[in-house]
């Protein structure tokens, strides 16, 4: 491809409203293209903050999150099943995930995995104070000192089923791919105030932003309960948001590549829904050079 024309999409998992992201970025695109002049890039932007940033630097920028391609046939709501939980809540076991804050929340199922950078150890020293923080709460991944086992996307979404909100206790990171689950999944969110545009898919019937603290927490958290919004109301919302986004994609892609491509007006359509590639990435992968070789 390096003498061919070439369109790519580039989306990011943190935060990028700092004016040396932006530069660092515009640096490596102009590094890149002096190789492969033929190829362009659109930067997908998870919040209206970011996109202004970059358009001023110069750059390409589309208000499109990455959560905008989560796929909506894994996670949704499932009748038939009674709250367990009061509160969900999946995310890494690292302190800017600030778990405690949920720690006044009376029952609260928690699904977690190492980080790298937090390292072994320390993750395991992390997770046994919050185990004592929070005794009432249910920690259910399987692990040991050694090792932490990852659950799979359908029993993700059974811990949902059972529980009444998704939590987003961090102040700064990208969207939060779980924030997108928690919603299609039809799970409304409480949330603190944050950075990184995991709150674009919210709404004020399926959203409540409350301050950092653990008794606003708790609050909103019961707060959200008691308006019990039905499941796939929840979805329905967030899903009527997420097409907006795929068709401001669908029109950056036909005006990029001077109308040779056109992705499907279909806003559900599989080319516009992904997996981390940790769940299914593969599968996907093949599904898409299935098409393209039966066209």
């Known amino acids: 491809m390096a003498a061919r024309p070439a369109l790519f999409l580039v989306w990011f998992t943190w935060a990028m409203r700092k004016e040396r992201q932006v530069l660092r970025t515009l640096t490596a695109e102009r590094l890149y293209?002096?190789?492969?002049?033929e190829h362009?890039?659109?930067f997908m932007c998870n919040e209206l903050e970011e996109v202004a940033l970059f358009r001023?630097?110069?750059?390409?920028?589309?208000?499109?999150?990455?959560?905008?391609?989560a796929d909506e046939q894994t996670?949704?709501?499932?009748?038939?099943?009674?709250?367990?939980?009061?509160?969900?809540?999946?995310?890494?076991?690292s302190p800017w995930?600030?778990?405690?804050?949920?720690?006044?929340?009376?029952?609260?199922?928690?699904?977690?995995?190492?980080s790298r950078?937090?390292?072994?150890?320390?993750?395991?020293?992390?997770?046994?104070e919050l185990k004592r923080m929070m005794p009432a709460h249910h920690f259910l991944n399987p692990h040991d000192a050694h090792r932490i086992e990852k659950l799979d996307w359908q029993a993700i979404n059974a811990v949902m089923a059972a529980s009444a909100t998704g939590?987003?206790?961090?102040?700064?990171e990208g969207a939060m791919y779980a924030s997108i689950e928690y919603l299609l999944a039809g799970l409304p969110v409480v949330s603190t105030p944050s950075i990184g545009g995991r709150h674009i898919f919210g709404d004020p019937e399926t959203w409540l932003t409350v301050e950092p603290t653990e008794e606003a927490v708790r609050d909103g958290v019961a707060q959200m309960k008691a308006r019990n919004v039905p499941r796939e109301r929840v979805r329905a919302v967030t899903l009527a948001k997420v097409h907006e986004h795929r068709?401001?994609?669908?029109?950056?892609?036909?005006?990029?590549?001077?109308?040779?491509?056109?992705?499907?007006?279909?806003?559900?359509?599989?080319?516009?829904?992904?997996l981390n590639n940790w769940q299914r990435g593969l599968d996907f992968e093949r599904m898409l050079i299935d098409d393209y070789h039966s066209e």
């Open 247 to 274: 068709k401001r994609l669908r029109a950056c892609v036909l005006v990029e590549t001077d109308g040779r491509v056109d992705l499907p007006d279909d806003y559900g359509h599989a080319v516009y829904r992904r």
């Open 117 to 128: 950078l937090t390292g072994r150890q320390k993750t395991a020293d992390l997770l046994d």
């Open 33 to 37: 293209r002096r190789r492969f002049p």
């Open 97 to 114: 995930k600030r778990r405690h804050l949920a720690r006044l929340v009376p029952s609260a199922a928690h699904v977690f995995y190492e």
């Open 56 to 69: 001023e630097n110069g750059l390409n920028a589309l208000f499109c999150s990455h959560n905008a391609l």
């Open 167 to 172: 939590l987003c206790l961090s102040a700064e």
């Open 40 to 42: 362009r890039f659109v």
């Open 75 to 93: 996670f949704k709501p499932v009748s038939g099943v009674e709250n367990t939980y009061d509160a969900f809540y999946n995310a890494m076991i």
